[in-house]
């Protein structure tokens, strides 16, 4: 039982190139989510699911698309990175919607150059 | 407006000391959940509680504490005699159960025990 886990865990990317993050998840749950966390920042929601086949904006969606083709998977894409997506980003799952406890990822250190 | 506060950047204490982390929170709405969630140094987040607003009991869980208040906004963490293994960086969150789903977490404060 792995729980969430995210692909890749580094990368570092050049302005203007794409790149999609992986997130996969086996605990059932139908809600998943993409954060991103910044120096003294907290945590942001950028986008989230609340089942397969749909998707939703969070508080900071710009720059930014996704996709919840099968349940267990949440992909999260960056079609012409800037140096402002520079971030740490996390995945999340949970069993129902924001009012419920969250299970996190390890993260994926991105840096646009 | 949704806000939550975490006053305290950084906080450090000697091994055995409690210490308490704050968050005050800010919401129009009457149905809500606060949340706190710890990060080691490892970098993942871990679910420690949630609290719903109609709920306003302490909770203890071991050397944990929490202090929800409504009267005062706040949803105070309080560690008991702290360990090493304690040092991380806490976060409060607010989500707020209505119209859109959203949920706001605070900055978090970084703890340092101290051997």
């Known amino acids: 039982n792995a729980g969430v886990t995210q692909t890749p865990k580094f990368r570092v990317l050049k302005t203007g190139q794409s790149m999609t993050l992986l997130c996969a998840q086996d605990?059932?749950?139908?809600?998943m989510y993409w954060y991103r966390q910044d120096p003294g920042m907290g945590l942001r929601l950028i986008h989230y699911s609340v089942g397969e086949g749909t998707t939703a904006k969070g508080e900071v969606p710009d720059g930014y698309n996704v996709s919840r083709l099968k349940k267990q998977n949440f992909l999260l894409g960056l079609e012409s990175a800037a140096p402002s997506q520079t971030s740490v980003y996390f995945c999340?799952?949970?069993?129902?919607?924001?009012?419920?406890?969250?299970?996190f990822g390890p993260g994926t250190r991105l840096t646009v150059l | 407006a949704q806000k939550v506060t975490q006053a305290q950047t950084e906080i450090s204490v000697v091994e055995k000391e409690d210490v308490t982390l704050d968050c005050v929170y800010e919401?129009?709405?009457?149905?809500?959940?606060l949340f706190w969630y710890k990060q080691p140094p490892s970098g993942e987040l871990v679910f420690l509680i949630r609290?719903?607003?109609?709920?306003?009991q302490n909770e203890i869980s071991g050397r944990y504490s929490w202090n929800f208040q409504k009267s005062t906004s706040s949803f105070n963490f309080t560690i008991t005699a702290s360990q090493v293994v304690d040092s991380a960086v806490y976060f409060c969150a607010l989500s707020e159960l209505g119209r859109d789903d959203k949920i706001i977490f605070g900055k978090g404060t970084r703890l340092h025990i101290l051997p």
């Open positions: 919401t129009r709405d009457t149905t809500y959940y």
């Open positions: 609290r719903n607003s109609f709920d306003e």
């Open positions: 605990m059932n749950h139908e809600y």
């Open positions: 999340a799952s949970s069993y129902s919607g924001l009012h419920n406890e969250q299970f």
